[in-house]
């Protein structure tokens, strides 16, 4: 497994000021943030920064915008704990302290030239909405396009007003689904059901067919199980795990699967590379 070459600014505390944040459900937040001097951050689709707090603390979250929009970028953030929740009482203006960007992302040069098969859960909705207006950036250099979004109710869609927009677009498929439905948001539904529901309504050639998917750990074991099923190689399935994290760059060991570094040899792992690995799923 090939490990990222970290440079020694990945030790450095960059400052981030906090240009707007933006309420998408009742947990979650998305902040745009620009980093001092308006340098650019320079992330991949799927890597994450270390966001920090003076006198609370620091925590991973993923990059959520396109490298191609430059300037600034977007984090999308759900209050979970110490710091998360502080930074949900923040404002407009507010500075934060960044580090990174870290870890390997989805591969995008294999994905090139490829169907694409795009899961997400949940918040696993955050890291592939990088690589999705990466291709919509970039829309000629991948072939069919189709993604799958599912989440627990109504209530908790992410990115509502651009799903919209997804599922107007003509060149990719996009569906949605929820678990169950609630009040909270009764206006727009697609399906009610879990998200393997939806993984036979897609056509796909899997010898072409590259699937990437994001959500929590219980979902995989039924997601890969499905994608195996409509015999899409196992190497031509992605995925991004979550492992508590410390350091971000390889040191403290808190991210370790048996010997694996989910921070630097993923948090996007091929699921053929890890499928040994037990304490993974
Ligand atoms: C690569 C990566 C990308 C991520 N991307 C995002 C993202 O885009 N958006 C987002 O909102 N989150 C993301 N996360 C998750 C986020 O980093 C965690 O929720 C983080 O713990 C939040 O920090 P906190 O201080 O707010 O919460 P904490 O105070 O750390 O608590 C968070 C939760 O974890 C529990 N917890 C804390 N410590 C432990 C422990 N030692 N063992 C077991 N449980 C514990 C707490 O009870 C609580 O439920 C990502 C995580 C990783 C590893
Ligand atoms: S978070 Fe420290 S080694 Fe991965």
Redesign the pocket.
């Known amino acids: 497994m090939e490990r990222v070459v970290l440079k020694e600014s990945a030790y450095n505390i960059k400052k981030g000021k906090i240009l707007s944040i933006k309420q998408m459900t009742e947990n979650?937040k998305l902040f745009e943030i620009a980093l001092e001097g308006g340098e650019s951050l320079g992330h991949q689709p799927g890597q994450?920064v270390m966001v920090s707090l003076f006198g609370?603390?620091?925590?991973?979250?993923?990059?959520?915008s396109s490298p191609v929009t430059g300037g600034s970028f977007e984090?999308?953030?759900?209050?979970?704990?110490?710091?998360?929740?502080?930074?949900h009482r923040l404002e407009a203006g507010a500075e934060v302290g960044i580090r990174g960007p870290f870890?390997k992302g989805f591969p995008v040069r294999a994905l090139e030239g490829n169907d694409l098969l795009i899961i997400a859960c949940g918040?696993g909705l955050?890291?592939l909405r990088s690589l999705i207006r990466y291709i919509f950036d970039n829309r000629g250099d991948f072939g069919k396009v189709h993604i799958l979004f599912g989440c627990r109710s109504p209530g908790n869609i992410l990115f509502i007003d651009e799903l919209k927009d997804w599922n107007k677009r003509t060149d990719i498929s996009f569906e949605c689904t929820v678990d169950q439905v609630d009040c909270a948001r009764p206006d727009w539904i697609r399906y009610v059901g879990l998200i393997t529901t939806l993984i036979p309504r897609v056509q796909i050639e899997p010898e072409r067919t590259f699937a990437v998917v994001v959500g929590p750990p219980v979902v995989y074991k039924y997601v890969i199980k499905e994608l195996l099923s409509r015999n899409i190689p196992e190497r031509q399935i992605f995925l991004?795990?979550?492992?508590?994290?410390k350091c971000g760059l390889g040191k403290c060991g808190h991210?370790q699967i048996q010997g694996i570094y989910?921070?630097q040899d993923?948090?996007v792992f091929n699921y053929g590379e890890i499928k040994h690995l037990k304490e993974a799923f």
């Open positions: 979650e994450f609370v603390g620091e925590a991973p979250i993923s990059l959520s984090l999308c953030i759900r209050a979970a704990g110490k710091v998360t929740n502080a930074l870890g918040l955050a890291p991004s795990l979550e492992r508590h994290m991210c989910c921070c993923g948090p």
